[in-house]
């Protein structure tokens, strides 16, 4: 029953704020909410800033795309529809290796963040591993890397199968 009450006394205020709304026309915006509007610091999504990537295939064929900062390596790929075979099986959740990819030395000292246990289990998996592999559903793209370039290895090894 306290519960009840609790439940009713914190809905009241929301009640009226509701039934308040009802007195002003329908492209009017309530008072509180202009000054919330007025007041945000963030950005859009839509107005993240744009980042480039190109892959290098084990041919020489190198593919240029475009992501936001926020995306993963695998999120690009997603939406520019690359056609790497098999890439990104498991979607990102660590279940596979069939998104490794092996970055310049310099860009993969300059990685945000480290390679997890779990990340390193699956590239233990993959085919071609070298020092600087790392899998492209766990690289957040940054602003710093902007234009780096990555190879694809020549095939995959999809650790689920």
Known sequence: MALVNQLQRFSRPILKI???YSKYPSNTT???LQAARSTSTTKPLSEKEEVS???VRAN???IK???KVGDTILDIVVNNEIDL???GACEGTLTCSTCHLIFPKEVYDALPDKPTD???DMLDLAYELTDTSRLGCQIVMTKDLDGIEVRVPTTI???RA
């Open 18 to 20: 509701a039934s308040n």
């Open 30 to 32: 309530l008072p509180f």
């Open 53 to 55: 990537i190109t892959f």
């Open 60 to 62: 020489g064929e190198r």
């Open 65 to 67: 795309a475009k992501g």
């Open 85 to 87: 075979d098999g890439y």
């Open 118 to 120: 779990e990340e390193l």
């Open 157 to 159: 090894n999809d650790a």
